[in-house]
């Protein structure tokens, strides 16, 4: 019998599905494991540490040749990554071990001007933001497509109508594509909020041991600027060491943008159904099967913009939590936001590209759309009637009418033309054809066409 390996020799395995070889395929998006990923923030790392060398070689700080040297060295897939475990096991941080390998492979005369007068947060947290940026980056491109082909949408159809529903019963007539600008609306609120929030998170984190630079003197300053320029970030007004606002902005966006995707999906779940079946999700075979009822077609996209969106608005909290830090240098917090917000950009963006998969391609069927809007016959339209006869009756009488014909309808499945038909109070003052032009939907769609056009409007301003 082979022996136990201990913790410490056992090859590390993922715990989160969103990180398995499997069920990875579900969660998230593997563009966004890269810009997100362990190897990715090892490299970023090296990326602040090559343009720190640079920047400081600029200014005459470390000799000029020791830079080039350095930005050659900083390779993450060179490193030793069981060496670096083990020294951020003892240490806490990545930092250390990471420098001491990077001083390595740069040799003894420009390896010893590596990290020079950072600290260790100025790097792990300018890391991140470089992570952010590309995070950000990806999911632009994801949401820019599923805005496009939801005014698409939207305008081929801003005059289909179908049944309104509140409280998951018919309340009045609406058009599909005034549906439709629902779910697009907040969407585009979301790009138009996107250069503000990169305003906020891209900025360098750089502020030396407690945030004064003291190790670099009266250069300070200097070093920020050009470091800054090196990574194309914006410097800060202060070192953000202990205030996390920027990067929770980021989160807190990510939380939003899921929240909207979250009112898609489950608009299209709902209307999936067999007994509505108004949409259902662009059909791939084999996809959203059962593994016993061969007729099944699952909302399978939609179950997983709502997981997802549910992990991420899970994560938030944590990282909002994580902004209570102390003095100059949080003791607990800043551990706990990295554990959440590299996930929130994993599992949001597998949230949108389920939207975007959804969005391009789901199938409309108008017809059955109509059916359910006449199987209450005519019912769907009782505040119209209402409104219509409240000149010849007035509001309250009106009401009282158009309520008895309802009850008269249900009571004897009839529709609602026939029904008021029989009630003498109306057929005394109206004819048939009168009473039939009030109850056609087509006519009690107020100004949904033109709430369709507003947002249309926003996606080619």
Same mark, same amino acid.
């Given at each position: 019998?082979?022996?136990?390996?201990t913790?410490?020799e056992? &090859?590390?395995?993922?715990?989160? &599905?969103?990180?398995?070889?499997?069920?990875?395929?579900?969660?998230?998006?593997?563009?966004?494991?890269?810009?997100?990923?362990?190897?990715?923030?090892?490299?970023?790392?090296?990326?602040?540490?090559?343009?720190?060398?640079r920047?400081?070689?600029?200014l005459?700080?470390?000799?000029?040749?020791?830079?080039?040297?350095?930005t !050659?060295?900083?390779?993450?897939s060179?490193?030793d990554?069981?060496?670096?475990?083990?020294?951020?096991? @003892?240490?806490?941080? &990545?930092v250390?071990?990471?420098?001491?390998?990077?001083?390595?492979?740069?040799? &003894?005369?420009?390896g010893?001007w590596?990290?020079?007068?950072?600290?260790?947060?100025?790097?792990?947290?300018?890391?991140?933001?470089?992570?952010?940026?590309?995070?950000?980056?990806?999911? !632009?491109t994801?949401?820019r497509?599923t805005?496009?082909?939801?005014?698409?949408?939207?305008?081929?159809?801003?005059?289909?109508?179908?049944a309104?529903?509140?409280?998951?019963?018919?309340?009045l007539?609406?058009?599909?594509?005034?549906?439709?600008?629902v779910?697009?609306?907040?969407? =585009?609120?979301?790009?138009?909020?996107?250069?503000?929030?990169?305003?906020?998170?891209l900025r360098?984190s750089?502020?030396g041991?407690?945030?004064?630079?003291?190790?670099?003197?009266?250069?300070?300053?200097?070093?920020?600027?050009?470091?800054?320029?090196?990574?194309?970030?914006?410097?800060?007004d202060?070192?953000?060491?202990?205030?996390?606002?920027?990067? @929770? !902005?980021?989160?807190?966006?990510?939380g939003?943008?899921?929240?909207?995707?979250?009112?898609?999906?489950?608009?299209?779940?709902?209307?999936m159904?067999?007994?509505?079946a108004e949409?259902?999700?662009?059909?791939?075979?084999?996809?959203?099967?059962s593994?016993t009822?061969p007729?099944k077609r @699952?909302p399978?996209?939609?179950?997983?913009?709502?997981s997802?969106?549910?992990g991420?608005?899970?994560?938030?909290?944590?990282?909002?939590?994580?902004?209570?830090?102390?003095?100059?240098?949080?003791?607990?917090p800043?551990?706990?936001?990295?554990?959440?917000?590299?996930?929130?950009?994993?599992?949001?963006?597998?949230?949108?590209?389920q939207?975007?998969?959804?969005?391009?391609?789901l199938?409309?069927?108008?017809?059955?759309?109509?059916?359910?809007?006449?199987?209450?016959?005519?019912?769907?339209?009782?505040?119209?009637?209402?409104?219509?006869?409240?000149?010849?009756?007035?509001?309250?009488?009106?009401?009282h009418?158009? @309520?008895?014909?309802?009850?008269?309808?249900?009571?004897e499945?009839?529709? =609602?033309?026939?029904a008021l038909?029989?009630?003498?109070?109306?057929s005394?003052?109206?004819d048939?054809?009168a009473?039939?032009?009030?109850t056609?939907?087509?006519a009690?769609?107020?100004s949904?066409?033109a709430?369709?056009?507003?947002? =249309?409007?926003?996606?080619?301003a």
């Amino acid at each position: 019998m082979a022996p136990t390996k201990t913790s410490e020799e056992a &090859p590390t395995m993922p715990v989160n &599905p969103a990180d398995g070889a499997v069920l990875g395929a579900l969660y998230g998006t593997d563009a966004m494991r890269a810009a997100m990923g362990e190897h990715a923030f090892l490299q970023r790392m090296l990326d602040v540490e090559a343009a720190l060398a640079r920047a400081q070689a600029r200014l005459g700080i470390i000799p000029a040749e020791a830079a080039p040297v350095i930005t !050659e060295a900083a390779d993450a897939s060179k490193l030793d990554l069981a060496a670096m475990a083990g020294a951020t096991r @003892n240490t806490g941080y &990545p930092v250390v071990g990471l420098v001491k390998q990077l001083s390595e492979l740069a040799g &003894p005369e420009a390896g010893r001007w590596t990290h020079w007068g950072a600290t260790t947060q100025d790097i792990m947290d300018t890391a991140l933001v470089l992570q952010i940026r590309d995070g950000l980056a990806l999911v !632009e491109t994801d949401l820019r497509a599923t805005v496009a082909a939801l005014a698409a949408m939207a305008a081929a159809h801003r005059d289909t109508v179908m049944a309104g529903r509140t409280h998951l019963q018919h309340a009045l007539p609406v058009t599909f594509g005034y549906k439709v600008a629902v779910w697009l609306a907040p969407l =585009l609120a979301s790009l138009e909020d996107l250069p503000r929030i990169r305003r906020r998170a891209l900025r360098l984190s750089f502020g030396g041991a407690a945030g004064t630079l003291a190790s670099l003197g009266d250069k300070g300053l200097a070093v920020t600027r050009e470091l800054a320029k090196e990574l194309d970030l914006a410097e800060a007004d202060v070192p953000w060491h202990v205030a996390r606002d920027g990067i @929770n !902005e980021a989160g807190c966006w990510l939380g939003i943008l899921c929240g909207s995707l979250s009112k898609l999906a489950t608009d299209v779940m709902l209307m999936m159904q067999s007994e509505i079946a108004e949409v259902s999700e662009p059909h791939v075979r084999g996809r959203g099967g059962s593994s016993t009822m061969p007729q099944k077609r @699952n909302p399978i996209a939609c179950e997983y913009v709502l997981s997802q969106a549910r992990g991420v608005h899970a994560l938030v909290p944590q990282m909002l939590a994580s902004m209570a830090q102390d003095f100059e240098r949080g003791t607990g917090p800043w551990q706990t936001e990295m554990l959440a917000l590299p996930q929130a950009f994993l599992l949001a963006h597998g949230a949108l590209s389920q939207a975007r998969f959804i969005a391009g391609g789901l199938v409309v069927d108008p017809a059955r759309m109509r059916r359910n809007l006449d199987a209450t016959g005519g019912l769907i339209v009782s505040e119209a009637v209402m409104m219509g006869l409240a000149p010849v009756f007035g509001r309250g009488e009106s009401h009282h009418i158009v @309520n008895d014909a309802c009850d008269l309808a249900i009571a004897e499945g009839i529709g =609602l033309t026939a029904a008021l038909m029989r009630d003498t109070r109306v057929s005394a003052r109206l004819d048939e054809a009168a009473i039939a032009a009030m109850t056609d939907p087509a006519a009690y769609l107020g100004s949904a066409g033109a709430f369709v056009d507003r947002v =249309l409007a926003r996606v080619t301003a």
